[in-house]
């Protein structure tokens, strides 16, 4: 009984880290091409679902950093792309292990609060790992930091970003507690090859998903 707990405990979260990844090349990808500034109001929300459903689907708090770590894993395969600025890699994968601090956090203060100011809560998690963020980016490299963008952009990050993605979380939190599951997990539990097979996806999209935003990028600059 007890390993059959361990062996789900591994697998949800995995699983879930790796449609997370999958997402976030394919998806996430889409986005940034976009010329408006969706990507954040969005992108969070979708990680906070799959962070959500892990935790709801094992009961483990651990199923929240496991879950981010996978998709931060997934992420880091972008080191293997040459002439790659490591701080670029860097950058979206700490991105998500902040996110699941305040999703930790979140979750913890609505256990506090016997469930009540979702929207509270969720507003403070949005904004909190933003400001973590760009404390990670003065740290790490100082001069590709978004306090070098203009004072909008900061606003857009750290305000209208935190307070759209308040609203989505919220949505996505009262959704998850009362729904029943959308899918039949115990296949994924019988079956790990699934799993493992996500993985290898998102492992495989995320490079040349990146590699075709550069080279949209590179083209941009260009003109």
Not at 78 to 86: E, R, S, V
Not at 131 to 143: H, K, M, N, R, V
């Amino acid at each position: 009984m007890e390993r059959n707990r361990l062996k789900n405990a591994l697998l949800i979260p995995v699983f879930f880290g790796a449609l997370w990844g999958i997402t976030e090349a394919t998806l996430g990808y889409i986005l940034h091409l976009i010329p408006l500034p969706v990507a954040g109001m969005i992108m969070f929300p979708i990680g906070f679902y799959f962070m959500s459903k892990s935790f709801k689907i094992t009961g483990e708090w651990g199923s929240i950093f496991a879950t981010a770590l996978t998709a931060g894993v997934v992420k880091l395969a972008d080191l293997a792309l040459p002439f790659l600025p490591a701080f670029k890699v860097l950058n979206p994968a700490v991105a998500i292990i902040l996110e699941a601090v305040v999703v930790f956090g979140f979750f913890k203060f609505l256990n506090y609060n016997k469930g009540k100011n979702v929207l509270l809560g969720a507003f403070g998690a949005s904004i909190t790992w933003r400001i973590a963020f760009i404390g990670f980016q003065l740290a790490a490299s100082p001069g590709n930091t978004i306090l070098n963008n203009s004072s909008f952009v900061l606003m857009q990050f750290l305000l209208i970003d935190s307070i759209i993605n308040a609203f989505l979380l919220t949505i996505i939190f009262n959704r998850i507690q009362w729904k029943q599951q959308g899918f039949n997990i115990s296949v994924i539990k019988a079956y790990p090859i699934i799993t493992f097979t996500f993985i290898a996806l998102a492992f495989g999209l995320e490079p040349v998903s990146y590699t075709h935003l550069r080279a949209h990028e590179t083209v941009l600059d260009l003109v």
